[in-house]
């Protein structure tokens, strides 16, 4: 199959029964999808920097925010690559509306308190550490490397809010009551995550993307055992949300995207 | 009334710089326990690529000299030239 450029990304996919095109404009959304769950991620977890519930817990949460930021910059850069319309890390972080944005709901739901953070951070985790385990064998050579740089952060993560869920679910009446809450409340946005589409679909049968369904039974095992562990139980859930992969967010997303973008949108192209 | 503020216990951290060398004491941290103790430890003093290993120790466990100690303890050595080796004839194709 002849290609449209030279670009080495379309040696990697030109065995694929697709034209290039849908191709390419798969692996974009693929790549993109991640890039969006890293930045609205880290943009969320960053607002706790200097209102830790003490310093050291407010470093690591900083620390674990510059990481998602750091893997956003991966994926966005290689996104706008693979798009191939010139759009850098930035142009995609900065200059695209809320419909635009590819992120799970998850992602965008406001900190809440500490506890909130820690569960949502902590599924996120456990999700994000299966995920980039198996991406890091993906065909696509740019994904695999960001994947094994991403899991040795995702491991730590892990660790960390690991440690916090059992700290604030076997600990004191009060913490139990507020993590106990938390997972109910996120419970139903975590379906969102293993909602295969037709890309994820192509992109798991070409062996650049992941199998979902493997993913989810890992999380099932690792959260069954955290919420055990912390003396919690796994609430019933009897609706699910969804949508980010549409573009169709919650009511908060406006207002973190306003606040993350307000500076490039005032001066565009402005440098640090 | 002014609050209490009630701290976790504060622990003191090492942190070796790379393969050889020893641990050198870096600063101290607060937390629960020492798993926490370690992660700390590495949030604050390792986020610039500073260690390849981490000890921390309860500061309550480690036992200090008083600098009313210091007479007895220190001033004794200062006239006591001939512990050193200072002594010796260095052979001139040693190389020190």
């Not at chain 1, 456990?126 to 064998?137: E, K, R, T, V």
């Not at chain 1, 919650?250 to 306003?258: I, K, Q, R, T």
Request: proline residues 3%.
């Amino acid at each position: 199959m002849e290609l449209n450029d030279g670009e080495t990304l379309d040696a990697k996919v030109c065995d694929c029964p697709m034209t290039p095109d849908t191709s390419r404009q798969d692996l974009f959304q693929y790549v993109l999808r991640l890039g969006d769950n890293a930045l609205i991620n880290g943009q969320r977890l960053s607002e706790w920097c200097g209102h830790g519930p003490f310093l050291e817990e407010d470093v690591g949460v900083a620390n674990t925010a510059l990481d998602l930021i750091g893997r956003a910059r991966m994926l966005l850069t290689y996104a706008g690559e693979v798009e191939g319309a010139g759009r850098t890390e930035d142009d995609l972080a900065y200059f695209r509306h809320e419909r635009d944005f590819r992120n799970f709901l998850i992602m965008e739901l406001p900190v809440g308190d500490f506890a909130f953070t820690t569960a949502r951070q902590f599924f996120i985790d456990a999700y994000d550490y299966f995920y980039y385990q198996a991406l890091q064998y993906s065909v696509d050579s740019t994904l695999a490397a960001i994947a094994a740089k991403t899991l040795k952060e995702c491991e730590y993560h892990l660790r960390h809010t690991g440690e916090w869920m059992v700290r604030l679910g076997d600990g004191t009446a009060e913490s139990h009551e507020k993590i106990r809450k938390a997972v109910a409340d996120l419970m139903p946005f975590t379906f969102e995550l293993f909602d295969a589409d037709e890309i994820d679909r192509r992109m798991c049968e070409r062996h650049i993307g992941v199998d979902l369904d493997a993913i989810e039974k890992s999380w099932n095992e690792k959260v069954a055992d955290a919420l055990a562990e912390a003396t919690l139980e796994r609430p019933e859930v009897t609706f699910t949300r969804s949508g980010g992969r549409q573009g169709l967010h919650s009511e908060h997303m406006g207002y973190l995207l306003a606040e993350m973008q307000s500076v490039q949108r005032t001066w565009p192209g402005l440098q640090w | 009334m002014s609050k209490k503020i009630k701290h976790l216990p504060l622990w003191e951290v090492f942190i070796r710089s790379k393969r050889g060398l020893d641990h050198k004491h870096a600063g101290s941290i607060h937390a629960a326990d020492g798993e926490q103790a370690l992660q700390y430890a590495r949030d604050t003093y390792t986020r610039r690529n500073e260690g390849c290993s981490i000890w921390v120790a309860k500061s309550a466990d480690i036992i200090a000299s008083r600098p009313e100690d210091s007479a007895s303890f220190f001033d004794p050595a200062g006239d006591k030239v001939y512990r050193h080796p200072t002594f010796y004839d260095v052979p001139d194709d040693l190389k020190l």
